[in-house]
């Protein structure tokens, strides 16, 4: 079987089994934590709408099993099902960012790829900051204004944590407007892209935003 768990999907089935983890150890209820159990298991199948029948047998294993252990396992089974996220070259980057100029990247060889729902990361000496997102099978990027903000919940992870506003200029121009028309479209977003990457669980609110800005 070819890798088809892209990690926003891990971290679904990641926190799935851990809620049936959790109900396994605390909930006297055999009723309840079936319950729980299969609540789990149809939110897993729900996030694989295209999953093969062999695909959905192996995520499909949560259901019968019955203690902690047998659940790390199972987690520990999915991984080298895991699809990298495609690497990003320097020219890849500079295609995607044509007008900035020494353009300062991530080594994206040395990071593990499996991990990255998208790419993220910041100039600070700029206040710049960029994501690169694989959108309708090609490479996508954004770039835009990054500014430190209080704690909060960031729009793509939904996790209350140290956040930035970033703001990008829409790509979009309505017709006979003025050449200096530009409208900004901004969002609260984690500070650390990779503790982002390592939570997200649904990539509609990212699609949702490039698409506004990018059209």
């Known amino acids: 079987m070819n890798t088809f768990i892209r990690n926003h999907q891990y971290n ?7 809620l049936v983890q959790h109900a396994l150890t605390s909930v006297s209820d055999r009723r309840v934590s079936e319950s729980v159990r299969l609540g789990a298991c149809a939110a897993i199948a729900e996030a694989f709408p295209d999953a093969s029948k062999e695909q959905l047998d192996l995520l499909g294993k949560l259901e019968d099993l019955r203690t902690s252990e047998e659940i790390d396992g199972y987690m520990l089974s999915l991984e080298p099902y895991l699809a990298p996220f495609p690497l ?4 890849d980057a500079a295609r995607l ?3 900035v100029k020494k353009l300062k990247t991530p080594d994206f060889a040395a990071i593990d790829r499996r991990l990255l729902t998208y790419a993220g990361w910041t100039d600070i000496a700029t206040g710049r900051m960029f994501l690169v997102y694989e959108l309708d099978g090609k490479f996508a990027g954004i770039e835009g204004r990054f500014t430190p903000a209080r704690k909060g919940v ?10 930035a506003l970033f703001s990008a200029v829409s790509k979009v121009k309505p017709a006979n407007v003025s050449p200096d028309y530009y409208k900004a479209f901004g969002q609260y977003i984690c500070s650390d892209s990779e503790a982002c990457n390592h939570h997200i669980k649904d990539v509609t609110a990212l699609e949702n935003f490039f698409h506004l800005v990018l059209g």
């Open 154 to 163: 960031c729009f793509l992870c939904n996790r209350h944590q140290e956040l």
């Open 88 to 91: 990003i070259s320097p020219k």
């Open 12 to 18: 679904l089935i990641k926190k799935q089994a851990g």
């Open 97 to 99: 960012f044509p007008k």
